[in-house]
């Protein structure tokens, strides 16, 4: 049962354009999300969260978008630069828990050509 | 500030062996958890230890199976290998384990079982 997915498993921008991430997720106790990026032999980087009481937070060039009805949120980054090219995970967590373990969804590769 | 390492870089073993895998905290972090990455996936929490004592265990089996440090630094230890824990695995210190504490991770072991 895959309570955090992301369906898309990669993504090809031109730089300078706009990536738009996404991640769903089924389960309702998630009450905070976050944005992690892999580059390969290292691991994940923290990139980015948002608390459920919140629908947006911005970053510099990263923004994410929550929308709880929906049970979906996105990972925008404006203007797209080849260094980004990495697997970005969505992951969730729910505060109430005895430990806050992450659940996080299977990746998308995003790919910005220069 | 020294980041979360982890030794051995790369690991091979056959079935049925017993493997153990060592994470060094970042430096003032008191917990650490420990993730499983299978190739294609995203990381499983398989357990979080705060201050020497389990705080909290994913579905894996008990021949999984950790201990932390009085320096904080942990171990993963994996009896009676099977194929499928071929895989990618992360370590990840926070502050405290607060569920507001960012985790961040270290640059995995990459363990192969034959």
């Known amino acids: 049962d895959q309570q955090v997915k992301q369906n898309s498993p990669s993504l090809s921008v031109q730089e300078g354009r706009i990536s738009i991430l996404n991640c769903d997720y089924t389960n309702s106790m998630f009450d905070y999300f976050l944005w992690y990026k892999k580059y390969p032999a290292e691991g994940p980087t923290f990139l980015i969260s948002?608390?459920?009481?919140?629908d947006k937070n911005e970053d510099g060039r990263f923004t994410v978008f929550l929308n709880k009805s929906a049970k979906h949120l996105s990972l925008h980054i404006v203007p797209s630069q080849p260094g980004d090219s990495a697997v970005y995970f969505c992951a969730a967590r729910w505060s109430g828990g005895s430990n806050y373990k992450l659940t996080f969804g299977k990746g998308t590769l995003l790919t910005v050509n220069p | 500030e020294t980041g979360v390492t982890q030794s051995p870089t790369h690991l091979i073993k056959t079935r049925g062996q017993q493997v153990t895998l060592r994470c060094s905290s970042q430096?003032?972090?008191?917990?650490v958890s420990w993730y499983q990455q299978a190739l294609g996936q995203g990381p499983q929490f398989i357990f979080q230890y705060y201050r020497e004592e389990e705080n909290g265990r994913g579905n894996f089996p008990p021949r999984f199976s950790g201990l932390q440090f009085p320096n904080y630094s942990s171990e993963l230890n994996v009896n009676a290998l099977e194929l499928d824990d071929s895989a990618l695995y992360l370590c990840a210190s926070s502050l405290t384990s607060a569920s507001t504490d960012t985790q961040y991770f270290g640059p995995g072991t990459r363990l192969t079982v034959l």
């Open positions: 948002i608390s459920s009481i919140k």
């Open positions: 430096s003032g972090h008191n917990t």
